[in-house]
């Protein structure tokens, strides 16, 4: 497949690296973004002060067989 058309896809769900052809995707830190919101949500709790605060994760590439490299 990757020959053709390379396709990627979004969230490195659970079932993306045992297809037929396991999927290139693209991960987030799922995990830590979690830790972050409800430590954000006790803060905000505790002091009754809404911030909206603006934080950004760095999401991963998990290259699998779905893609191939290209040279120019």
Excluded: H, W
């Excluded at 950004?56 to 290209?70: A, G, I, K, N, Y």
């Amino acid at each position: 497949m990757p020959e053709e058309i390379s396709l990627v896809g979004y969230d490195d769900i659970f079932f993306s690296e045992i297809l037929d052809v396991p999927l290139t995707t693209v991960s987030q830190p799922v995990y830590d973004m979690g830790v972050e919101a409800v430590q954000q949500l006790i803060s905000e709790i505790g002091s009754g002060v809404n911030s909206q605060k603006c934080i950004t994760f760095q999401p991963r590439l998990v290259v699998r067989e779905s893609t191939v490299e290209r040279s120019e």
